[in-house]
């Protein structure tokens, strides 16, 4: 009854690839006329490396504070989320509103697990940058042949 782990990371895999085709879906009735569904479901932009110690994820956030954003790291899961709102100060009118209030969430499928208690997180200039060091069974080891 048990899966093996290659298994478990494709089923999580089919399950982001689901997701993220449900919220295009469902992001097409949120967007005013002439916005990119495309652009849509893959906000935030992001960028991700691997290194043998950690992974380092970039991801583009313009206009928000880190009050906006939530961050869920689970085993080898990733997930971003947060909201954007917009609001005209008081006393003026809104004449034109290309960039909307809107809720987002991005998640994804680690190939190693993360060490959950020591991620690194810091928004800086409208990106944030996520340092996720995997646990130390996930590391590679030199081992000494006797």
């Given at each position: 009854m048990y899966a093996n782990r290659n298994e478990i990371n494709r089923m999580f895999g089919a399950m982001d690839?689901?997701?993220?085709?449900?919220?295009?879906i469902f992001n097409e009735f949120n967007y005013p006329l002439g916005s990119s569904m495309a652009m849509a479901s893959e906000f935030p932009r992001t960028n991700a490396i691997e290194h043998e110690d950690r992974f380092e994820l970039q991801a583009e956030l313009p206009g928000l504070?880190?009050?906006?954003?939530?961050?869920?790291?689970?085993?080898?899961?990733?997930?971003?989320?947060?909201?954007?709102?917009?609001?005209?100060?008081?006393?003026?009118?809104?004449?034109?509103?290309?960039?909307?209030?809107?809720?987002?969430?991005?998640?994804?499928?680690?190939?190693?697990?993360?060490?959950?208690?020591?991620?690194?997180?810091?928004?800086k200039d409208g990106i944030l940058h996520l340092t996720l060091p995997k646990l130390e069974t996930a590391k590679p080891r030199q081992i000494t042949i006797h």
């Open positions: 690839l689901l997701r993220s085709k449900m919220n295009r504070s880190k009050q906006d954003l939530a961050i869920k790291v689970q085993g080898n899961y990733l997930e971003i989320s947060g909201k954007r709102s917009v609001s005209a100060p008081e006393g003026y009118k809104t004449q034109r509103n290309e960039r909307g209030a809107r809720h987002f969430s991005r998640s994804f499928t680690l190939p190693e697990n993360v060490d959950a208690d020591k991620v690194d997180a810091l928004l």
